[in-house]
């Protein structure tokens, strides 16, 4: 590889690593003698980074269509939501569904969950990417 494409793949990996990730790799040796074991996974995996705000976790730097940023879904509060309702998994013909659509700002907690026959759950689906 050229000298300014691996400089610019290192100073990539530091910005998605960040100042914290960077500083343990100074501190350890640098980057040739971790093998990017320390960059809290940025550099091997593909997965992006998440935050949480409540019990929603939302994907950094991702958004809908509709401006809203990408939520990541919990198949833990999916199956509490369930739970909650005395079900271990969504019964025969149902889908859980959100009242307000992630899409839309909804958040992913049981709060905002409702189960749903399935037709009405793709009529709502349709109706709501329509807007």
Known sequence: M???TIAAMALAGLV??????????????GWG??????????????SPSTYKVGSTTYVS??????????VERSSAVRSEFLSQRGYSRAPAGYEVDHVV?????GADATYNMQLL???????????ERAW
């Open 2 to 4: 050229k000298a300014k």
């Open 16 to 29: 998605l690593c960040g100042a914290k990730d960077a500083l343990a790799q100074k501190k350890s040796g």
């Open 33 to 46: 003698n971790s093998g990017f074991s320390g960059c809290s996974g940025a550099m091997l995996s593909s």
């Open 61 to 70: 730097g991702q958004y809908y269509q509709t401006g809203y940023p990408k």
């Open 101 to 105: 659509p992630l899409s839309r700002g």
């Open 117 to 127: 026959p399935k037709e009405v759950h793709r009529a709502k689906t349709a109706q």
